[in-house]
């Protein structure tokens, strides 16, 4: 069986890989999708997810089709015609096809796999209906750095209205060709609409919103509707179709009911946005290698001798706790004794920038071990925090660098986190200097920081110097990039920054 998805994005370059790749988990084979000219990088983001996922990527104004006067409800019916008529015409493309915003998130109970939830429908079903399951603010005034449905836990009830929306997924073979009602509803020529649960669908009045309760027994639509009060103005902004107040954003609705499940994929998804962000950077250092060449004469340096240019510190709790890590997410394991000792938590500090520190961990032979913090978005390695000395310089804070800069917390067996406004017990660290590696080696004897030393010993540090370590090895070079750009004067950082565009929120 082979799924498609097909939708229309607008400057949704905070969330759009997360959507991607909820639903490529979710076994969706193809993404169809049409660009509204968005301005915030959205499409950069896409196309370097296209290296990884059958992505198609379609902008709307160099489409075929002539929108350039039409409002968002008229443009989305000319696309979605297009493209299900596309579809229609090869009746060996896709089996199933659903037409979903990029704020809507499938969510199944009863499966593991969308093929496998659509397999489950009665044989006659030519289209499931998928009800809303509208998500509330929860209390978010900023966007959050997490995915949506990590960041946003609490939603409606079953008796709030709006719920009694759906959206479709369709067999291409049974759609009514050329027909269109509306966004939440296709005319069928054969075979009958179902809910998740393979009942018969009680339309109201308008196709589209069912009457009575929805049905989320099998399957539902998280529909992150509102989010944040940040993106909910932009929402506005994109949508000038919209009359929209504040009054709208109603502070008390749709925070009924707390549900805290979706967030177990949030390790899944961030480690399938990873490796994305991580090609897209590499891509961005070959294309600034033109404008910055490789500069001759750098040798790497002694994997025998210590660095010169960097400190390594062990960093823990500073009541004797042990970081490590759970499904690849940054945690507090307990008291000392309690570690297993397959994982050591690090800060790496550059001796001309002593107040910066970057995280990275180790495993038990040495090798670097990536991790996700909660509430930290950068994703391909040694996220930056400043250091601040507390409790008369026995030991330090660690203050997120960007973001909403907060301190890192490890609560008690719970995940670390950079959620303090304020530095309290669980916000101060020890840190302990290591001359070697937990085996005894040297650190130039890793290949990262090796290639760092090398770098930190040249006479100037600029763009050239990084367009070098990306001609040895690109894709250390990304992972090393956040501390790398420390060493940059403001206007190379400015550049720097500019290149990498919708990519430097995950990086730096």
Known sequence: MKTALVGIVKNEAHDILYWLAWHALLGVDSFILFDDDSDDGTRDLITAASLHWDVRLFHIREHSLDLSSQDHAERQRQVYLDALSAIAMDEQSYDWVGFLDTDEYVRLYAHETLPEFLESLPADAGAVALHWQVYGHDNHITTPSLPPFHSFSRHSTAGEAINRHVKSFIRPH????????????????????????????????????????????????????????????????????????????????????????????????????????????????????????????????????????????????????????????????????????????????????????????????????????????????????????????????????????????????????????????????????????PSGASWLSLSPFNLLEMALGAPTFTLDTISTLTAIDRETTVWLLPLLALHLQAPQYRELHSHLGALAPFIL
């Open 174 to 437: 049974c759609w009514k060709k050329g027909q269109w009602v509306n966004v939440h509803y296709f005319a069928l020529a054969e075979g009958r609409y179902v809910t998740s649960s393979g009942a018969p669908v009680a339309w109201s009045a308008v196709p589209g919103i069912t009457v009575g309760y929805p049905d989320w027994a099998v399957a539902s639509l998280m529909h992150f509707q509102r989010r944040s009060l940040e993106q909910f103005v932009k929402r506005v902004l994109n949508r000038k179709d919209l009359q929209l107040t504040l009054s709208d954003h109603q502070l008390a609705q749709w925070n009924d009911i707390e549900d805290t499940v979706p967030r177990e994929k949030t390790s899944d998804v961030l480690r399938w946005v990873r490796p994305v962000i991580t090609a897209g950077a590499m891509t961005v250092l070959e294309e600034m290698r033109r404008q910055h060449p490789p500069i001759p004469g750098l040798t790497p340096p002694s994997t025998r001798q210590n660095p010169a240019g960097f400190r390594v510190f062990s960093l823990h709790p500073k009541d004797a706790r042990h970081p490590g890590l759970v499904n690849d997410l940054l945690q507090d394991l307990g008291s000392a004794e309690q570690q297993g000792g397959e994982f050591q938590l690090f800060l790496i500090q550059s001796l001309i920038h002593p107040e910066a520190a970057f995280l990275f961990g180790l495993d038990e032979k040495d090798r670097i071990r990536d991790f996700f913090i909660l509430h930290d978005g950068r994703l391909t390695g040694l996220p930056r925090y400043d250091i601040l000395p507390v409790i008369e310089q026995t030991a330090i804070a660690l203050r997120q660098h960007g973001g909403q800069k907060r301190f890192l917390c490890s609560p008690p067996t719970e995940p670390m986190a950079p959620d303090r406004q304020a530095v309290s017990l669980w916000e101060c660290f020890i840190t302990i200097p290591q001359e070697t590696t």
